[in-house]
T-cell receptor
Framework: SQTIHQWPATLVQPVGSPLSLECTVE??????LYWYRQAAGRGLQLLFY??????ISSEVPQNLSASRPQDRQFILSSKKLLLSDSGFYLC????????????????FGPGTRLTVL | QKEVEQDPGPLSVPEGAIVSLNCTYS??????FMWYRQYSRKGPELLMY????GNKEDGRFTAQVDKSSKYISLFIRDSQPSDSATYLC???????????FGPGTRLSVLP
C-alpha cells in the first residue's frame, strides 16, 4: 500500500528565518507530487506540482520554492519566511496505486502546521 | 465567478439525519470528481471518486454528478457524530495535472 509522510508535523518559526518541509511517498513510483497551503477556514491553494525529478511547476509567485531531488521526495523551502506564510501545508500525490495507475485521484499527507511569528 | 463553489456552512444536523453536500462548477471540461473528508488539523482523506456523470455508492455515502447542470453532491445517510468534519469537493480535467478544490463545507452532526 501507499503511504505519504510529512515532517515536521508542527513548526513555529520567526519572521525572516528559513524553511524546509519534507514530503516522501512510499509504495509507488513516478508519482505526481503537489504542495498545497490551506489557510484557516479556507480552501486549498496549489503552490507547486511536479511530474518528475527536477521538474517543478509553480502556481503562485511568492517567496517559496520547491525541489524534487528524488522520485518520491518533495521539498518545500523558503529563504526568509513572512508572516503571511503561516498556514497548514499539505503534500499530495497521484499516480500508481497498487496495480492501478490513476493520475486522476489525489492522496494527501498528514500536513505540517506552520506558524510564523 | 470562482471555478468551484461550495457553501462553507457550518451545517449542523442531528444524528441519524441524511446530509446533502453540494458543489457547483463552471468548467465544463472537468471529468473527474472527488469528495474529501478533513478532520480538524488533519490531511484530507479521499472518500469518493467518480468519473463523468452518474451515481456512486459506498456504504452510507453516495456521490452524484450532473454534468449538464455542473453540479455534484455527496449524500451521507444515517449521519454519525464521527462524520463531523469539513468536506471538500475536487475536480479535474481529463488532461493536465491540476485538481481544483472547493473551499469546503463544515459539518457538525449532533448526538
Amino acid at each position: 500500500s501507499q503511504t505519504i509522510h510529512q515532517w515536521p508535523a508542527t513548526l513555529v518559526q520567526p519572521v525572516g528565518s528559513p524553511l524546509s518541509l519534507e514530503c516522501t511517498v512510499e509504495g509507488t513510483s513516478n508519482p505526481n507530487l503537489y504542495w498545497y497551503r490551506q489557510a484557516a477556514g479556507r480552501g486549498l491553494q496549489l503552490l507547486f506540482y511536479s511530474v518528475g525529478i527536477g521538474q517543478i511547476s509553480s502556481e503562485v509567485p511568492q517567496n517559496l520554492s520547491a525541489s524534487r531531488p528524488q522520485d518520491r521526495q518533495f521539498i518545500l523551502s523558503s529563504k526568509k519566511l513572512l508572516l503571511s506564510d503561516s498556514g497548514f501545508y499539505l503534500c499530495a500525490w497521484s499516480g500508481l496505486a497498487g496495480e492501478v495507475i490513476s493520475y486522476n485521484e489525489q492522496f494527501f499527507g498528514p500536513g505540517t502546521r506552520l506558524t510564523v511569528l | 465567478q470562482k471555478e468551484v463553489e461550495q457553501d462553507p456552512g457550518p451545517l449542523s444536523v442531528p444524528e441519524g439525519a441524511i446530509v446533502s453536500l453540494n458543489c457547483t462548477y463552471s468548467n465544463s471540461a472537468f471529468q473527474y470528481f472527488m469528495w474529501y473528508r478533513q478532520y480538524s488539523r488533519k490531511g484530507p482523506e479521499l472518500l469518493m471518486y467518480t468519473y463523468s456523470s452518474g451515481n456512486k455508492e459506498d456504504g452510507r455515502f453516495t456521490a452524484q454528478v450532473d454534468k449538464s447542470s455542473k453540479y455534484i453532491s455527496l449524500f451521507i445517510r444515517d449521519s454519525q457524530p464521527s462524520d463531523s468534519a469539513t468536506y471538500l469537493c475536487a475536480m479535474k480535467e481529463n488532461y493536465g495535472q491540476n485538481f481544483v478544490f472547493g473551499p469546503g463545507t463544515r459539518l457538525s452532526v449532533l448526538p
